[in-house]
């Protein structure tokens, strides 16, 4: 292991973000487990750890960071904060050519930063190392019952945003026992899915076969698992195959309609390709036979498999309702007979101490081993953006976003 000065930097965005990549025994892990490593944390009056349980574990904080040779962060970096010639690891939100973030990725090109995004870091297999989305199933899922229970006057969650941490807001789960004998559908099989089945579970909500869900009645709610071959099909009447899924998913149609009559809360957790059917159509909300009134699209993708998320919403404000009779957006709850929508797009920001001790457990031990490494290495390089102020070979498609002239699209993977 070589020789690095680390830094955690602080969190500039706003609003601001209580996340760190490391928390302060992570930190103590760190440079116990990686001999060479000097590790400093920058001064932070929001951070949900504060300055001195870093002090108090014996961990260097100071006012910048500016001497250290990679700095650690969790979102994008403001442009005015950006410091030249570093190494950064932050979730970029670059490689969908995103138009808000396409002047931070030219300072980045102009200020000769090394940018390597923790969305890219992936194994041999191409799947993603480190993550938030167990902590984004675990908040979606919650919001979900806690905007059902608004919406129908049942009980009171506090919200998560409110709660100390997991624990604090477990103790909320006892209230969902006034549900009645309702109906959950979870999409997805990832960790976003994993955290809201998880949710579900320790609720003590019954988890029931697809086809006991779609057929059966219970006097009890119940909740259950949808893979994409679940509500899906080939356009063709072939028999399903998940690869060709993911790799042509124009050739498929959706079959989700069979769950709309027998759905009263859909949590929706699985990726969507923007190429992939949508799960239901604004028309189809119109019909007798649609029974979902509240959906928590943890995903969160404006007009996306949801057709009824027409924008993102805020921690402190996460619901709206969407009216099928006019397609249009209004107070959540406010009428029966509209379907309520959660859309928080940072939810794991509501569990903030929880979700950065994930995810330091995660960048011990499935990065740092690859960053620090004396050699070059696969994993770090199929993550790195940019080096010597140039797009790497394998970001190259994002020239002429960088240039600002015609966007072309990402490639698929």
């Known amino acids: 292991m070589r020789n690095v000065s680390l830094g955690l930097i602080r969190e500039g965005k706003n609003p601001p973000d209580r996340r760190v990549a490391l928390t302060p025994k992570k930190c103590v892990e760190a440079l116990s487990s990686f001999p060479g490593l000097r590790l400093v944390v920058q001064e932070s009056a929001v951070r949900s ?35 030249p010639n570093k190494t950064y690891l932050f979730f970029s939100h670059t490689v969908k050519k995103q138009p808000r973030n396409r002047e931070m990725l030219r300072q980045i090109l102009a200020k000769n930063i090394t940018l390597i995004d923790y969305e890219m870091l ?26 059902y229970g608004r919406k129908h006057n049942l009980y009171n969650l506090k919200p998560a945003y409110q709660c100390v941490d997991m624990d604090d807001m477990q103790e909320e789960f006892f209230k969902v026992k006034k549900l009645p004998p309702i109906k959950i559908a979870v999409t997805g099989s990832g960790r976003v899915a ?10 003590g909500i019954r988890r029931v076969s697809v086809y006991d869900y779609l057929y059966l009645a219970f006097n009890e709610p119940v909740y259950t698992q949808l893979c994409s071959s679940d ?11 998940t690869p060709d899924f993911h790799r042509n998913p124009q050739e498929y149609k959706s079959t989700f309609d069979k769950f709309l009559p027998v759905t009263d809360l859909l ?26 009134n509240t959906i ?46 959660m859309a928080v797009d940072n939810l794991p920001c509501e569990l903030p101490r929880n979700a ?18 004396d050699t070059a290495d696969e994993i770090i390089e199929r993550a790195t953006i940019t080096r010597n102020s140039q797009l790497t070979a394998r970001y190259q ?12 699209s990402a490639p698929t993977t």
């Open 122 to 147: 992936t194994n041999a297999r191409g799947e993603r190392i480190v993550a938030f989305g167990r902590y984004a199933g675990i908040v979606g899922a919650y919001n979900g019952l806690l905007i």
């Open 356 to 373: 950065s001790r994930d995810f330091g457990r995660q960048l011990l031990d499935a990065v740092f081993p690859h960053l620090l490494s």
């Open 231 to 241: 509500y899906n099909a080939r356009r063709d009447g072939r028999v399903w195959d």
């Open 296 to 341: 928590a699209d943890v995903t969160c993708d404006v007009d996306g498999s949801i057709p009824c998320t027409k924008r993102s919403t805020s921690i402190t404000a996460p619901a709206y309702d969407y009216n099928p009779a006019t397609g249009e957006l209004e107070p959540p709850c406010s009428r029966p007979e509209n379907i309520t929508i």
């Open 397 to 408: 498609y994002l020239q002429d976003y960088v240039a600002d002239t015609k966007i072309a």
């Open 267 to 292: 949590i929706a957790c699985a990726y969507w390709d923007p190429a992939a059917p949508k799960l239901f159509t604004e028309a189809e909300t119109q019909q007798p036979s649609f029974h979902i």
């Open 49 to 83: 750890y504060s300055d001195q349980e870093y002090r108090d574990l014996g961990i260097e904080v100071q006012a910048d960071v500016a001497d250290c040779d990679i700095l650690l962060g969790v979102k994008e970096v403001p442009v005015d904060q950006l410091i």
């Open 194 to 203: 994993q955290g809201a089945l998880e949710v579900l579970t320790r609720m």
